[in-house]
């Protein structure tokens, strides 16, 4: 149990799908963060949260579009995704994004487009 | 451009050899660095991090560090592993000019033979 907790663990899903993927902390931080992981590639910071304020957008495409209601939850939209955005997507939270505070992931979303 | 290189993308050691993966970053200024482990089926969790003061840092399950500033290498090291060990380890990064979120390698998958 990491604090961090993400659903669904699985999805497959069609080019033309809306999909949302959904993280939850109970660790009481400031920041969320959205890394995708692919095979054989480094992670890849998607999105930062800072109290609910993006302040991070690594190049994002369009396609992926999330959401902060709360420093709780953060979303991932899913839009007209292609293949190649099959990949594990990680979740995580600190306490705050600036400054060394450790990273706490979550178990991730396992996403297929078919 | 900045990055994080682990050059030992897998790794095979028997029971009690010792280990040491490599970490090398390109960042300049005060960096906080980090390795996690992530076991089969399991989320991403530290395995230990360096933020200022003693370059030798030690974490959990035996496991140790060594920031070496001059090389831009953060080294993790295990005097002898175990089959629990086998792993996927990762090196991140936090800092450096421009760049305030963490930074992954693209890991360094270590199995481990009884």
């Known amino acids: 149990e990491t604090g961090v907790t993400q659903t669904p663990r699985h999805l497959v899903m069609g080019m033309t799908n809306k999909k949302s993927l959904k993280c939850e902390q109970h660790l009481g931080h400031n920041a969320m963060y959205w890394y995708k992981q692919s095979a054989k590639k480094p992670l890849e910071l998607m999105f930062v949260?800072?109290?609910?304020?993006?302040?991070e957008n690594n190049s994002v495409p369009s396609r992926f579009s999330p959401e902060c209601p709360n420093s709780s939850h953060l979303f991932l939209h899913l839009h007209t995704l292609q293949p190649e955005d099959s990949a594990l997507y990680l979740c995580?939270?600190?306490?705050?994004?600036?400054?060394?505070?450790?990273?706490?992931f979550g178990e991730g979303s396992w996403l297929t487009v078919v | 451009a900045q990055s994080v290189s682990q050059h030992n993308h897998h790794v095979i050691l028997s029971e009690a050899a010792s280990l040491e993966l490599g970490c090398n970053y390109s960042?300049?200024?005060?960096?906080?660095l980090f390795w996690y482990v992530q076991y089969p089926g399991q989320h991403l969790q530290l395995l230990l991090k360096?933020?200022?003061?003693?370059?030798l840092v030690k974490g959990i399950k035996g496991f140790e560090a060594e920031f070496i500033k001059s090389k831009f290498s953060f080294n993790l090291r295990k005097p002898s592993v175990q089959w629990s060990d086998t792993a996927e380890y990762f090196c991140a990064v936090k800092g450096g000019t421009g760049r305030r979120a963490l930074t992954f390698g693209s890991g360094t998958r270590l199995q481990v033979q009884p």
């Open positions: 360096y933020f200022s003061g003693d370059p």
């Open positions: 960042y300049g200024g005060t960096v906080n």
């Open positions: 995580a939270s600190s306490q705050d994004w600036q400054g060394g505070n450790t990273i706490y």
């Open positions: 949260y800072s109290l609910e304020e993006r302040v």
